[in-house]
């Protein structure tokens, strides 16, 4: 069915707002950031240093101190001074209170986070200021309350922290990963060394400042900024009682080989391609809003993103359209306004990537499609994309893409949309959209995904596990779940 060209669903949309951006005035960049390692900013041992930028203009904004294997040996020394010497004896009531501080810092704080993490990484500042501060805030109170309650968590066991935590995660919500890291391991009486990702180090060092105004006992938590090498010299580093790494299967693969032959408590949690599926009975307007939320959220610079579209055939080409419509209008460009959908890549070489990829779609014969938009013309931007005439075989349909690029395929029965669903190498996430509560329950048993979101997409709440299946990694974090990767059982309780 081709609807008539005066058809609503396909009429342009014009709607102008006025600019309405976010005062940077609460932030304050300096030249250069070291690393902090025991309660203090120090620089790195070789003196080396790294530019971070702003996606969105170029612009450089700090040169931040580039971590050697003898920075991560002095952090890892700093941690285990601290973990012996009182936090690992301290009592869960102690740490609690600690943890009580920073999370209410990172409220007082927030929108200078919030602006900090949008500048850095290219995020509208709706989502750092909605969505990545309160969580963060959120991540640290409630594990917080865990501290003193470990008894009840695991009754009848008695546990006992591993001792010093390697964590290591990525850019796309860089104080939100730093938190989910940080905030289980500290209730748990674990001194910690993170390594936040190359492009995105600032609210991380903000976050340090955080801790040593809450005067949290020098070593506890030590941040050492880096690419790649430093990563890879915390996780050789013999000095380590547990390993937790956030990013890419790839280095996910490759830090489970390195370590392969230590008894490390190691939780990987990696990529996704996940399903998002609406059946005809669907509310198609909330549809394409969770579909859109769903992909385009983040730049779709998200693990659990949305992005295979999977839509029942009855009523796959009314369903695109109202989709490509919505997609022309999202608002793309400057990060710091608050009517902004969609932000900046995250880096020319993530930019680089995508289009290699999207080029492959094209290539492979799926059938591009890109609402006009205007790219700005300093930073790194790419549109809201969609492909239909997909098929399984199709690299854009099975590689995660990272970027805001969603796929489209069809499907006639519930079992076939379960097959097409699983047919991958990650198991990440999923979401349903049917009125049908017993169809919702039957897909979620069946979907091999570790959350799956039923009428809605990217809820995100601390009391409830996060993690995958398959090559999405494993290990949970969030919730009751998250607790456990960072305890060792001792013993029963008598
Ligand atoms: P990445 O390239 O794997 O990097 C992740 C982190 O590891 C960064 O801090 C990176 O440093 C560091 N690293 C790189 N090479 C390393 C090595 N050989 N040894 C140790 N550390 C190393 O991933 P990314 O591009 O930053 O992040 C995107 C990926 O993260 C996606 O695949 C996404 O799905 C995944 N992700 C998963 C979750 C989840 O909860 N499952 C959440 C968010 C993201 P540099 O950045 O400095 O290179
Ligand atoms: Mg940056």
């Known amino acids: 069915m081709t609807p008539p060209d005066n058809d609503p669903r396909t009429e342009p949309f014009d709607l102008d707002y006025a600019p309405a951006p976010q005062s940077t005035a609460v932030v304050d960049i300096a030249d250069e950031y070291g690393l902090f390692i025991d309660g203090d900013f120090v620089e790195s041992r070789s003196g080396r240093t790294f530019a971070t930028t702003n996606p969105a203009t170029e612009e450089h904004l700090a040169d931040v101190a580039e971590g050697s294997k003898d920075d991560v040996d002095r952090a890892v020394a700093a941690a285990r001074n601290a973990y012996e010497g009182h936090w690992g004896a301290l009592s869960g009531r102690e740490r609690g209170k600690y943890m009580f501080r920073i999370a209410r810092q990172i409220q007082e704080r927030a929108r200078q986070f919030a602006v900090l993490e949008t500048i850095d990484g290219g995020k509208p500042i709706r989502e750092s200021r909605d969505v990545d501060i309160p969580l963060s805030a959120a991540w640290f109170f409630y594990y917080a309350g865990w501290a003193d309650k470990l008894e009840y968590a695991f009754p009848g066991r008695r546990v006992a922290p591993h001792g010093v935590a390697g964590q290591i995660i990525p850019w796309n919500f860089p104080l939100m990963m730093a938190a989910w890291k940080l905030a289980p391991a500290l209730a748990t009486g674990n001194t910690v060394v993170l390594k936040p990702a190359e492009t995105t180090p600032l609210t991380a060092l903000l976050l340090a400042d955080v801790i040593r105004d809450v005067g949290l006992p020098p070593g506890v938590v030590n941040i050492?900024?880096?690419?790649?090498?430093?990563?890879?010299?915390?996780?050789?580093?013999?000095?380590?009682?547990?390993?937790?790494?956030?990013?890419?299967?790839?280095?996910?693969?490759?830090?489970?080989?390195?370590?392969?032959?230590?008894?490390?408590?190691?939780?990987?949690?990696?990529?996704?391609?996940?399903?998002?599926?609406?059946?005809?009975?669907?509310?198609?307007?909330?549809?394409?809003?969770?579909?859109?939320?769903?992909?385009?959220?983040?730049?779709?610079?998200?693990?659990?993103?949305?992005?295979?579209?999977?839509?029942?055939?009855?009523?796959?080409?009314?369903?695109?359209?109202?989709?490509?419509?919505?997609?022309?209008?999202?608002?793309?460009?400057?990060?710091?306004?608050?009517?902004?959908?969609?932000?900046?890549?995250?880096?020319?070489?993530?930019?680089?990537r995508i289009t290699d990829m999207v080029d492959a779609g094209v290539a492979e014969g799926a059938d591009l499609h890109q609402p006009d938009c205007d790219l700005p013309e300093r930073g790194y931007w790419y549109p809201p994309t969609v492909f239909t005439g997909v098929q399984q075989s199709h690299s854009v349909a099975r590689d995660e893409i990272f970027g805001p690029v969603l796929t489209v395929q069809t499907f006639r029965t519930p079992q076939e949309a379960v097959d097409k669903a699983n047919n991958t190498p990650y198991g990440l996430s999923a979401g349903i959209w049917t009125e049908k509560g017993s169809r919702i329950l039957w897909m979620a048993e069946q979907l091999r995904a570790g959350v799956v979101w039923a009428n809605t997409y990217n809820q995100f709440d601390p009391a409830s596990p996060f993690g995958g299946y398959k090559e999405s990694g494993f290990g949970r974090e969030g919730g009751l779940h998250g607790l456990a990767p960072y305890l060792r059982a001792a013993g029963r309780v008598a």
């Open 224 to 352: 050492v900024t880096g690419a790649g090498a430093t990563g890879a010299a915390l996780v050789d580093h013999t000095g380590i009682d547990k390993l937790a790494f956030t990013g890419s299967t790839e280095v996910g693969k490759r830090i489970q080989r390195a370590t392969s032959g230590r008894r490390l408590p190691l939780t990987l949690e990696l990529g996704g391609k996940a399903a998002h599926i609406v059946f005809d009975d669907s509310a198609v307007d909330q549809a394409v809003e969770g579909i859109v939320n769903g992909i385009y959220f983040n730049q779709g610079h998200v693990c659990c993103a949305g992005s295979r579209l999977l839509v029942q055939e009855s009523v796959a080409e009314e369903f695109t359209l109202r989709l490509k419509r919505r997609m022309a209008v999202l608002r793309l460009g400057d990060p710091l306004d608050k009517n902004t959908d969609v932000g900046a890549i995250n880096s020319a070489e993530q930019l680089r």
